[in-house]
């Protein structure tokens, strides 16, 4: 049972330059999200999911875009990568609304 | 939205001691979860409790939603405790929207 999978862990690329985070849970859990973490502070909500082809935006969406084309899988993708996107990104995976969240091991991405 | 609140923001302790995290939220919550991220950034997950008392180890947490606050106890801390401590809230209705408090920055000293 691998959990949370996130893939790549680091990552550096340009202003302008477009990315898909892997984001991959093998617990058959129906709901998924994606989390940013900048410098000092708490984690924000970007999109999240409750199950396969249902998606909807968090607190800080622009930017990013998001599938869900099956339970496992919730790919993060960045369109046009701006400095501002410089941040952690986590994704979290739960069953159901009676259970908490288990996080992947974050992916850091660096815009330059 | 609802707010959190987290104190204190940073804590020291000598290894051995034992402490309270408060987590403080403004609105009535049916989902609450303390998070240890660990020095590497590793998000841990150390308690699920939207109400009641847990424990596990040296660690317990209780939550009294009526009261719209949350409590971490760490007892005999050690080295390894250090790092951040969040706590993030949520309402059942509002799906998937964890909202996470700025978090406690815990040093254990040898």
């Known amino acids: 049972n691998a959990g949370v999978t996130q893939t790549p862990k680091f990552q550096v690329l340009k202003t302008g330059q477009s990315m898909t985070l892997q984001c991959a849970q093998d617990?058959?859990?129906?709901?998924m999200s994606w989390y940013r973490q900048d410098p000092g502070m708490g984690l924000r909500l970007i999109h999240y999911s409750v199950g396969a082809g249902i998606t909807d935006q968090g607190e800080v969406p622009n930017g990013y875009n998001v599938s869900r084309s099956t339970t496992e899988d919730f790919p993060l993708r960045l369109l046009s990568a701006a400095p501002s996107q410089t941040s952690v990104y986590f994704c979290?995976?739960?069953?159901?609304?009676?259970?908490?969240?288990?996080f992947g091991s974050g992916t850091r991405l660096t815009v330059v | 939205g609802i707010q959190v609140e987290q104190s204190p923001p940073d804590l020291i302790l000598q290894e051995g001691a034992n402490s309270t995290l408060r987590c403080n939220f403004s609105d009535s919550v049916n989902n609450l979860q303390w998070f240890h991220q660990n020095p590497w950034g590793q998000l841990i997950n150390l308690f699920y409790?939207?109400?009641g008392t847990k424990q596990n180890g040296r660690l317990s947490a209780t939550t009294v939603a009526t009261e719209r606050y949350s409590l971490l106890y760490i007892s005999s801390s050690q080295t390894t405790d250090s790092g951040v401590y969040f706590c993030a809230v949520g309402l059942k209705a509002a799906g998937n929207k964890l909202t996470f408090g700025g978090g406690t920055r815990v040093l254990v000293k040898p």
């Open positions: 617990m058959n859990h129906e709901y």
């Open positions: 979290a995976s739960r069953a159901d609304l009676d259970y908490g969240y288990t």
């Open positions: 409790i939207p109400s």
